[in-house]
């Protein structure tokens, strides 16, 4: 299984951007973390196969949105309200088991991240 994650860049906080991770096919639940600079990876959101099962960090409630095209097998994180500290390297995930959990272990398959810097 192979992940991409793009569309990360440079943003101004109060902005918005839309990252998305590509995979190569077949039934996953998928979720997205982050990595700050000197920080440990944390999770921002997840998505069940069907979608019908979301769920996010407390940090990023009511401004992330995750949805995902399973015709395109891409997974995209819409973010509004950015702030600095939302800075970081945002990863996808892949779980095989379809759990869609908050756990960064339960995920099988890693994409190589793409970076979000949010200027204040």
């Known amino acids: 299984v192979q992940l991409q994650a793009s569309g990360g860049g440079l943003v101004q906080a109060g902005g918005s951007l839309r990252i998305s991770c590509a995979t190569s096919g077949g039934r996953y639940a998928v979720g997205w973390f982050r990595q700050a600079p000197g920080k440990e990876r944390e999770f921002v959101s997840a998505?069940?196969?069907?979608?019908?099962?979301?769920s996010y960090a407390d940090s990023v409630k009511g401004r992330f949105s995750i949805s995902r095209d399973n015709a395109k097998n891409t997974v995209y994180l819409q973010m509004n309200s950015l702030k600095p500290e939302d800075t970081a390297v945002y990863y996808c995930?892949?779980?095989?088991?379809?759990?869609?959990?908050?756990?960064?272990?339960?995920?099988?398959?890693w994409g190589q991240g793409t970076e979000v810097t949010v200027s204040s």
């Open positions: 998505i069940s196969w069907t979608g019908g099962r979301i």
């Open positions: 995930a892949a779980d095989p088991d379809l759990r869609a959990t908050m756990t960064l272990d339960d995920y099988e398959y």
